[in-house]
Structures are given as structure tokens and as C-alpha cells.
């Protein structure tokens, strides 16, 4: 049954709780401007593995599996966020805007608004709703912490808030739901604050070498160097080594395979214009990690469904899309980022974009001034992984 209690008294620490603003070298998938994923983007045995954010909006599709429990903040973003039905996300969900959750799902964390809060029906939220705004809770809810709005609150029938509902202004419930306790008319809350992230700043390059084509079933080795447009055809081969490369484009057709071999220390691939991979191009690494791989470009990217990913793709003015059942191990950074649905994202931080210990966010180093220093430096590798004594 409904109570009618002021229980003031310790609702200030719900409020306004510790947070830990994050950086971009937490997030697996950031975009400036957006994010959008796919559904059942996140497989059971492989859910995404670190934060997804923006400083504008993000979406993402039902089904979803976010979070291994090993993050504080899972989604985030500068704008409002959408979550499908059924998906499953471990942390707390921080966004300036409204945020919608999907019926069925479970937030293992906390939600804090700094607009209106909507939940679908039979959701779980097992700790705090914050709002500036109105919260409205689907029927079937289940609410482990309290519900704090500087609106009003309603719920559907048969939902349950553990703790309290406090409202600046009504509070009502639906049939057969019940609250810990109810206080209305009192001060509007402060959810935690989205804090804006910085993206590193793009490099400043160019290319304008011999191109370099192979057709369908061919193979092409390159070493570090400048060159034109690499383009190959269907089921191609590509080879390139440890070391520094400039690319007007990057363009991959369907079935490739692009072995990275890393013995020597890192590769970082600067491309002037577009990246395009056909589907189920497969990236092979020998010798190191995705740690060791950057790919940094000015133009679009557009990578085909059922690409096995390895590295960081930085495209911090550009829009970025991978098709769906992409394996991205990494991290990808652009300003529009779509993620196509069933895909995996496992992070892996870069050894190049974030050089120092624990990341903070440092810039590339600038490619062109690395090519002054000529290509025999570039071929022993300008990223050299430390060796191990």
C-alpha cells in the first residue's frame, strides 16, 4: 500500500554522489556528435567490455549485453539516450537529456538525468533513478534504490521502489505498486552531471604517393612508407610491417585478409580520404596485440559486416560505420559512430594514441613531422613496443 511519510533526512547524499568523470581512452566506442549501436550488439559470453559514450546523443539496440562490472560508468553521453527492449547494461547511465529505457531491460547501476526519465515495462533498475525532470516508471517495474524527481512521478501498475519516491511535485502510483516511502513538494535533485569529453586533436598529414592495386585473390606486401590509394579486390592478400604508413585511401574489398605483422614494434596507417572495407575482411595480427594497431584518418570509414577488427580506428571529425557481426577489438573514435547489430566490442586501449601510463588523452604524435625524420626510421618502427627482460 501507498505511504505518506518526509523522510528528508539523508536523501542529500542520494543525490549528489561521487563521481569519477571519465576520459577518452575508458570508452570503447565514443562519438562527438553520436553514437548508435545495433541490436544484440554484446554476446553473452562477450558483453561490451568498457564505457560507450558521446557528447551529443547515444542510442542503442534491444538486446544489447553492456558492461562486465569492471566499469563505474557504462553509458554516458552530452544529450539524451535510448535504450532498446531486453538489454542488459552493468554501471550507471549519466546523460544531460532525457533518457528512455527499454521494457524488459536491466540497468545493474543507476540512472541520472538531467532531463525526464521513461521506463518500459518489466524493467529493473537496481539502484537510484535521478531526474531533473518528470520520472514515469513502466508497469512491472522493479526499483532496488529510490526514485528522486525534480517533476513529478508516476508509475504503472505493480511496480515496486525499494526506497523512496521523492518528488518536487506528485507522486502517483499504480495499482498494486508500492514505495519504501513518499515525499512530494520537495527541492529537485541533482543527478550527477555529464562531463564532457575531450577527444584528441586529428593529426596534420598528407600522402600522394604511387598507388598500389591488387585485384580479386592477388596479394601485395608494403613496408612503411607514403603511398596513393590502396585498393585490392575480393579475397586479396595484404601484408604490411611494423612502422609508419600515409595513404590517400584505404580500400579493402570483400573477404580480405590484412596481416599486421608487429615484431618490430606498432603500425599506425594514416589516411588522408575514405577507409572502406568490403564484408568479412579479416584483420591478422602476428607479433603483438590490437594495443600495437592505429588506424587514423580525415575522411569516412565504412567497414563491412562480419569484420574481425584489431586496433584503435581514430576519426575524430568523421563519420564511422561497421556492418553487422563485426568483431571489433579496440576502440573506435569518430564524430558519428553507427555500430551495426550483433557486433562484438571488446576494448583494448591504444599504446599509440595514449602513450603514457594509465592514458590521459595525449594527441597522436603529428605523422608529418614523423616523416621528416625519413623512412629508415619509419621501417625500424616509431612505436616500438617495450621488450620484455
Known sequence: MKKSTLLLAGLCALSSPAFAAPIISDFVVFGSTSVTTGSNVGAVAVPVSAAVGSNGTVSIGGGGNYGDGDDAIILTGGGGYTGGSNAKTVGDIIFSGNVS???GSTVQGSVHSGGNVTTGS???VTQNIVATGNVTIGGGNAIGGSVL????????SNASITGTAQASGTVSLGGSSTAGAIVTGAPAPTPLAYVPVAMPTASIFSAGGADATVGGGGALT?????YGDLTTGSNADVNLSSGTYFFDSFKLGGGTDLTLDLSL???LINIVGDLDFGSNVNVILVGGDASDVLFELHGEATVGGGTKWFGTLFAPDSEVSFGSNARITGAVYGDIV??????WLTHVQSDALFPTAGGGGQEVPEPAALASLGFGLIALGLFRRRRMG
Open 101 to 103: 529505457i527499454g521494457g
Open 222 to 226: 608494403l613496408g612503411a612508407g607514403i
Open 265 to 267: 614494434g606498432g603500425i
Open 149 to 156: 524527481s525534480g517533476g513529478n512521478i508516476s508509475t504503472g
Open 338 to 343: 553507427g555500430i551495426g547489430g550483433g557486433s
Open 122 to 124: 518489466n524493467a529493473t
